[in-house]
């Protein structure tokens, strides 16, 4: 593998939630896109119990997450979705009683 960075295209579900990002979250995604196509494999795996999808990363600065498919033949990420936490609102006992299950 080269030092070049990847090139990353966007599903049109993730560049629709880039747009809708506030300001600060468009340039934290940026960043994280960043050190992704310099390291794709940085990240976590999305699901560890899954050998055959060791190429589907998850890249998580709260409040952001990107997941992401490694695509090795072309040398390109491709971002399946963005998600934005900010904004969502759960008083604490609320989200205590779903991590608990009542």
């Given at each position: 593998?080269?030092?070049?960075?990847?090139?990353?295209?966007?599903?049109?579900?993730?560049?629709?939630?880039?747009?809708?990002?506030?300001?600060?979250?468009?340039?934290?995604?940026?960043?994280?896109?960043?050190?992704?196509?310099?390291?794709?494999?940085?990240?976590?795996?999305?699901?560890?119990?899954?050998?055959?999808?060791?190429?589907?990363?998850?890249?998580?600065?709260?409040?952001?997450?990107l997941n992401y498919w490694i695509n090795r033949p072309a040398q390109h990420l491709s971002v399946l979705a963005i998600t934005w936490l900010e904004g969502?609102?759960?008083?604490?006992?609320?989200?205590?009683?779903?991590?608990?299950?009542?």
């Amino acid at each position: 593998m080269s030092d070049a960075a990847w090139s990353v295209p966007l599903s049109a579900k993730a560049r629709q939630e880039l747009r809708e990002l506030p300001d600060h979250g468009q340039q934290m995604a940026r960043d994280a896109l960043d050190i992704d196509t310099r390291s794709p494999w940085g990240w976590h795996q999305w699901d560890r119990s899954d050998p055959e999808r060791q190429d589907v990363r998850c890249a998580s600065i709260c409040p952001l997450s990107l997941n992401y498919w490694i695509n090795r033949p072309a040398q390109h990420l491709s971002v399946l979705a963005i998600t934005w936490l900010e904004g969502i609102r759960l008083r604490q006992q609320e989200l205590v009683g779903a991590l608990i299950g009542n």
